[in-house]
């Protein structure tokens, strides 16, 4: 299961804004991705709602993850990890989202 941390850099967490621009950077990869915190079950990224019931506020790491057997069958892992490492990338670019 291709699996990502990353510390959530946008000085109102996932919220509103930041919220929005990470689901729809995790709906253009295509993948099913889920992000969590803390250990407990994620959710999905692609919903709005769900990301920012979650309250990732600024600081904490998050672990973004796509289940193995969830994988599209034209995407390999290697490709859903790019993918992951992008998402990464955007959470902590404070400017970015």
């Avoid at 109102?12 to 803390?38: E, M, N, Q």
């Avoid at 919903?47 to 990732?56: K, Y």
């Amino acid at each position: 299961m291709p699996v990502c941390k990353a510390i959530v850099a946008a000085a109102i967490g996932l919220h509103a804004r930041p919220a929005a621009v990470f689901v729809r950077a995790v709906t253009a990869t295509g993948l099913p991705v889920t992000i969590s915190k803390d250990g407990r079950p994620g959710v999905d990224a692609r919903s709005l709602l769900e990301v920012m019931t979650e309250d990732f506020e600024c600081g904490c790491e998050v672990e973004l993850a796509v289940a193995a057997d969830a994988l599209p069958a034209r995407c390999s892992v290697a490709e859903a990890e790019n993918a992951l490492e992008g998402l990464r990338v955007l959470l902590e670019s404070p400017n970015a989202v």
